[in-house]
């Protein structure tokens, strides 16, 4: 165990991650925490370079295989660089995206398999597991057609409905797998109803 807090945001594309991060950094902020916040794929020069290439909407040939190493790489470098020593000091880090999104968009969606993508990932993470996941439930039509308004889409968020759905589906299905870690919450709930429901969660990691 690290002396740290590891907190994992997930969920769909547009499911609002990062709107719940600020809010939760206020929070663990004003309890002390000195708080840490990262993104995958990214985080690091090296891991940030990764994911130019990963979403590059050119490269429309990258092979599954592909896509799960450079993930895999670019949070190999994350955890090695930022988060693990981030984590033995001390701090609450959070993370939007994290291994859980390897399980779901290359185990599931892509069809590689959830522990064949696992054991290749242990590589990457070493011990380093979330405390807690918040897993931002979202029909994947409502999540992309909040991104289509936002920007261009990158070259995972350009793949059919039906990955999206699968990816949807895929992060409800790793909820019921791991129900002590992932927390599932309804992400078409106001803001602040959402938000209640992770500081509860986090109150009780807390106290332990
Ligand atoms: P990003 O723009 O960060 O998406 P979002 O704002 O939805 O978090 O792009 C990351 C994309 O990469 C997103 O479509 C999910 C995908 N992804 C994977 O397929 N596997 C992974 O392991 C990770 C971390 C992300």
């Not at 002390?32 to 990963?54: C, F, K, M, N, Q």
């Not at 920007?151 to 793949?159: G, T």
């Amino acid at each position: 165990m690290s002396k740290g807090i590891f907190i994992t945001m997930e969920g769909p594309d547009g499911s609002g991650k990062s709107t719940q991060i600020d809010l939760l950094r206020e929070y663990l902020e004003k309890e002390g925490y000195d708080v840490l916040i990262t993104r995958e794929p990214g985080g690091t020069r090296i891991s940030e370079a990764i994911r130019e290439v990963i979403l590059n909407k050119e490269y429309t040939e990258m092979s599954p295989v592909t896509e799960m190493l450079l993930y895999a790489s670019a949070r190999a470098q994350l955890i090695n660089e930022v988060v693990g020593p981030a984590l033995e000091s001390g701090k609450a880090v959070i993370s939007d995206r994290f291994v859980d999104s390897s399980l779901v968009y290359q185990g599931i969606a892509r069809g590689l398999g959830v522990e064949n993508v696992y054991n290749i990932n242990l590589q990457a993470i070493g011990k380093y597991m979330p405390d807690v996941t918040f897993l931002l439930d979202l029909p994947a039509d409502i999540g992309i057609a909040r991104k289509k308004d936002q920007k261009e889409l990158d070259r995972m968020e350009s793949e059919s409905l039906q990955f999206h759905r699968d990816v949807a589906e895929g992060y409800r299905s790793l909820a019921e797998r791991f129900p002590d870690r992932i927390e599932k919450i309804d992400a078409t709930l106001p803001i602040d109803r959402i938000c209640d429901i992770i500081k509860v969660r986090i109150n009780e990691l807390l106290a332990k």
